[in-house]
């Protein structure tokens, strides 16, 4: 079992999916966005939490199918809120079609992982669609808040924190706990499986947070600073924030201030003072806490080593991304 | 057992949900659009098609509440498609807010229609999710097929007779049909019980198409002629298009094409025409259809006599309101 294998069988049963077919205008969209790729973390997940358990992870793949498809609803519907032009480089639904089509074939990925969670067992199956229901609910949260964010002056560390666990983490936490639910886990186990989805999923935003100002440029696949020229309130900014005293605040303050700007003077200029703050290693630190918190979790499963192992070297490599 | 008093209960349990608290942007739109009122129908119908089989209806609410709470979704999402400024009177959600609020909103909403459902007993849940899911896929390709028919020039009867019975039919069906299950009854009891509902749904909405043009002005609602004004391709107009010929058919063409004109003058000019080729009665013969084959459904269901009148005459006297 590794990772690429997985990953290829998650895509062919993607691909295999009936969405639905009349009318086109619903079903080609979604169609669409689904055969855009990425890197199906969520159902790599599921089968790994699955994997942890049982061998036969084949019996997981439903489920995992239901977390991609919830994921990519979600991101139909974000795009839409966030006027986002592009997904995986290429046109958001919004931007292809318009904003109803998206709002409306949106609604129904969304139904359809309802559909895909049905293949469960019976015994589990109500407490599955409890936890999935509270985790679409959370990640809703998140995204709201996300936006109520962007039109806050101030934002604290804390409530930073709080909207990427509900917006990206939970997800990530409830994925791996589904498939440990799907194999029969005790809940001592799939409770662990969901904390180091969750730990790990902060921390992964962290890093993205990080790799916003400090990624290779040649490698990473956006643009440096974009989270700076947008004056994004990121775990870097609103700790710089706090920290910023006498001419470094009035220097920050001022670039936040500034309607127009060269974007690379401004990003360079932001970095230096994240730089002169300590920024990075505040972020490292606390990215690391919650690492370090989502690994001692995984440790603590009592589970089949070699699937383990997997688990756990995925996610050791995620955490080493070129920085 | 009567109406006004199953009516007050379901907004008395309307009123006691928990849709959530925070963030408060996300909740306070749901709590809003939840308490604007109106007929309470498909939940209403959930709790008649309990009590034909069992008497305790109450123990149906929770999966009233599910298709109430779905219904109103469909109706803050489709109010953002069709940019409605008004629903039941009231500012719709995207006007008061925003249409991403609208968006989220109501994406949280289908999501606590699911949870509302989790009520019911493990030996129906997985039936009840699957026919569910299948009206909200459905309901949603109702709406894509109803903005899809106002760009195109021509409609068929039957593509109409099939929207509306998406858009609006299968989820009367699927609240009668709910009830009985959750009340244990027979497939054959709930297939007919369906059908009752998708088929007096259709009549419903045929009966609307009628009322627009040919209500008492003093007793609806809403303006009188108000599809005629916006070029509606309703039962009316596909027939009419259909069988006008000559003058008749030039006259009925200059009017869609027109695009200033003195309303009152068009809704009077177009209602001759409808009365010239006999549309009123070609209307009310086939709603007359639907709904007989409705009733006949409904009698042919072994239930107790008692809710069989109240349901009985609750729909027929819906069948009569003032046209």
Request: glycine share 6%; proline share 2%; net charge negative.
């Amino acid at each position: 079992m590794d990772i690429r294998t997985l990953q290829a069988e998650i895509n062919q049963s993607l691909d295999a999916l009936n969405y639905g077919e009349h009318p086109q205008e619903l079903y080609e969209p979604i169609r669409y966005i689904m055969s855009l790729g990425g890197k199906r973390m969520r159902p790599l997940l599921a089968l790994l939490g699955y994997a942890l358990f049982e061998p036969d992870y084949q019996k997981a793949m439903n489920s995992a199918l239901a977390v991609e498809v919830f994921h990519n609803f979600t991101l139909v519907h974000d795009d839409i809120m966030d006027e986002a032009p592009l997904r995986r480089g290429k046109p958001t639904i919004h931007e292809k079609w318009n904003a109803n089509t998206g709002i409306l074939s949106g609604d129904v990925m969304l139904v359809q992982a309802y559909e895909l969670l049905l293949d469960i067992d019976n015994q589990h199956l109500k407490r599955v669609i409890r936890k999935f229901n509270r985790c679409a609910a959370e990640v809703c949260e998140g995204q709201q808040l996300d936006m109520n964010f962007e039109t806050r002056d101030q934002v604290g560390e804390d409530e930073y924190l709080n909207m990427i666990r509900l917006k990206t983490a939970v997800l990530l936490g409830y994925s791996l706990e589904l498939g440990g639910i799907v194999a029969n886990a005790s809940e001592a186990s799939t409770d662990l499986l969901n904390g180091f989805g969750v730990n790990v999923g902060v921390g992964f935003q962290l890093m993205d947070d990080l790799l916003d100002v400090y990624a290779d440029a040649a490698k990473f696949g956006k643009q440096v600073g974009g989270d700076i020229i947008a004056n994004k309130k990121t775990f870097l900014l609103i700790n710089a924030m706090k920290r910023a005293k006498g001419k470094t605040k009035e220097s920050l303050e001022h670039w936040l201030s500034l309607k127009e700007f060269d974007k690379a003077e401004k990003v360079q200029a932001v970095t230096e003072i994240y730089n002169e703050l300590g920024i990075k290693t505040l972020t490292e630190t606390k990215m690391n806490q919650y690492f370090d918190t989502g690994l001692e979790q995984l440790a603590a499963i009592e589970a089949r080593d070699e699937a383990k192992n997997v688990l756990r070297n995925f996610t050791v490599q995620l955490m080493n991304r070129d920085r």
